[in-house]
């Protein structure tokens, strides 16, 4: 069956360090990946796409991988701040399918 | 310029009544989603809308659920014989609806609680 898992419910990160998160797939073919940022009672705010032909996708402090042999992608926030607190969602659509499919989350918080 | 923006933002309701929730998405966009946000879960695809046409209806949960969407714009969800087990928050998105790779906008949700 068709699965989208993110490594952990929570983590915690001291502030100033690299935040990594992971997002696991199984029996998806994904043309791309999305990393969604959600704060508390708001809707997913989009942060990066990686398409399945590229490695690495950088922005600000943000950089997300894509292995496609793994079937793994990796967001990483570094110098984390408190305000990055929040929960991540990975969404994946497959080749010809319109459908997104999002993971369950990670609810991250940046300890000060 | 405006989000998307849905409401009622909470609706609470008896077990058995039907319930209507509204999207109103980014003027222009073509694209429209509903989604499914149950308490510690991940996002549940509903529907989804190209223009006034829903090419992909297959997340319904059952045939109490339907959506539709009129003037290429506003969309309204329908949940008949409310039960509890469809407490949730009800998300909607847009996208422009150009490219299957185009960011989805999200709205703030509608939190329905069924007693």
């Known amino acids: 069956s068709q699965k989208i898992e993110q490594n952990s419910e929570a983590l915690n990160i001291q502030e100033g360090k690299t935040a990594t998160l992971t997002c696991n797939y199984t029996?998806?073919?994904?043309?791309?990946l999305q990393w969604y940022r959600q704060d508390p009672g708001r809707g997913p705010v989009f942060l990066l796409l990686?398409?399945?032909?590229?490695k690495e996708k950088r922005k600000e402090r943000l950089k997300v991988t894509f292995d496609t042999t793994l079937k793994q992608s990796l967001f990483h926030i570094t110098a984390s701040q408190p305000a990055d607190s929040a929960t991540y969602l990975c969404?994946?659509?497959?080749?010809?399918?319109?459908?997104?499919?999002f993971g369950t989350g990670t609810r991250l918080t940046i300890i000060p | 310029g405006a989000g998307v923006s849905q409401s009622p933002s909470n609706k609470v309701t008896e077990k058995g009544k039907d319930v209507e929730l509204r999207c109103d998405p980014i003027?222009?966009?073509?694209?429209l989603y509903w989604y499914r946000q149950s308490l510690g879960q991940g996002l549940e695809f509903l529907i989804y809308f190209q223009g006034n046409s829903a090419p992909d209806k297959s997340g319904l949960p059952s045939d109490r659920f339907s959506a539709e969407r009129t003037g290429g714009s506003v969309s309204t969800l329908t949940i008949q014989r409310t039960q509890q087990e469809d407490s949730a928050v009800y998300l909607c998105?847009?996208?422009?609806?150009?490219?299957?790779?185009?960011?989805?906008?999200f709205g703030p949700g509608t939190r329905l609680t069924v007693l």
């Open positions: 029996n998806y073919s994904p043309a791309y």
């Open positions: 969404a994946l659509e497959n080749f010809g399918n319109e459908k997104l499919t």
């Open positions: 990686i398409r399945e032909n590229e």
């Open positions: 998105a847009s996208s422009p609806g150009e490219d299957s790779t185009d960011t989805q906008y």
């Open positions: 003027s222009g966009h073509t694209a």
